[in-house]
C-alpha cells in the first residue's frame, strides 16, 4: 500500500492537445489528519513550502497549467480524477484515481486533469510550491507556436525542492529528479 514514502505513480505522457509530462503524477493515500479539520491541512503542507492558494470544488472541463506544478488536498467529499487527457484528447489515453478528505495529488506543470464525478460536498485547497509562478489555466485547444511555448514553459518549470508531506527529504523531489534524469538520458524531454 502507497505511503507519503511510496506514493501511487501515474504517468501521462504528452497528447496532441496537453503537454502533460514525463515526470509522473503523484498520488499520497491517508495522508494528512482527515478527522482534525481544514486548518490542519493546510498547516501541514504549508509547514513543506507550498503555498495555498484558493479553495475549489468540482472542475469538469479539463486544463493544464504550465507555469507550476500544483497539489490538490481534498477538505471535504471525493472525487474521481482524470488525468492526462484534455477535453480534445479521446479520454481513455488519460489515468483515472479517486480521492477523498485525507489524500493528496501532485501534478508536474503540463498535466491536464479535472473531476469526472464528485460529491455535493467535495472541496480542495489547491497548493503551489513556495515561490511558483501564478498558475495560468489553459482550456483551449492551441496549436503551432501558442501551444510550443506552453510546452516550453511546462518542461522547463523547476522541481519542487519540497515534497508536500515529508518535506525537504520527502519522495517528490526524489522521484521527479529521477525520472527527470531518466527522460535526459533517453533524449526525451521532460
Not at 100 to 124: F, Q
Amino acid at each position: 500500500m502507497p505511503t507519503s514514502s511510496n506514493p501511487e505513480v501515474y504517468w501521462t505522457p504528452p497528447s496532441v492537445y496537453a503537454p502533460n509530462s514525463l515526470l509522473p503524477v503523484l498520488v499520497y493515500r491517508n495522508v494528512v489528519p482527515a478527522d482534525q479539520g481544514q486548518d490542519a491541512i493546510q498547516k501541514l503542507i504549508e509547514a513543506n513550502h507550498w503555498e495555498k492558494r484558493g479553495v475549489w470544488g468540482h472542475i469538469a472541463h479539463a486544463h493544464y497549467h504550465s507555469l507550476t506544478a500544483e497539489c490538490y488536498a481534498p477538505i471535504s467529499g471525493s472525487t474521481k480524477c482524470l488525468y492526462g487527457a484534455s477535453k480534445y484528447d479521446d479520454e481513455s489515453q488519460g489515468v483515472r484515481f479517486e480521492m477523498k478528505v485525507g489524500d493528496i495529488a501532485v501534478h508536474p506543470a503540463g498535466v491536464a486533469h479535472c473531476n469526472l464525478e464528485s460529491t455535493e460536498d467535495y472541496r480542495y485547497f489547491g497548493l503551489y510550491p513556495e515561490g511558483s509562478s501564478k498558475a495560468d489555466s489553459v482550456y483551449t485547444r492551441l496549436e503551432g507556436p501558442q501551444f510550443a511555448a506552453k510546452v516550453n514553459n511546462a518542461r522547463t518549470c523547476p522541481i519542487p525542492e519540497w515534497d508536500p508531506i515529508e518535506g525537504k527529504n520527502g519522495p517528490l523531489p526524489r522521484i521527479w529528479r529521477e525520472a527527470a534524469a531518466k527522460a535526459a538520458a533517453s533524449d526525451c524531454a521532460i
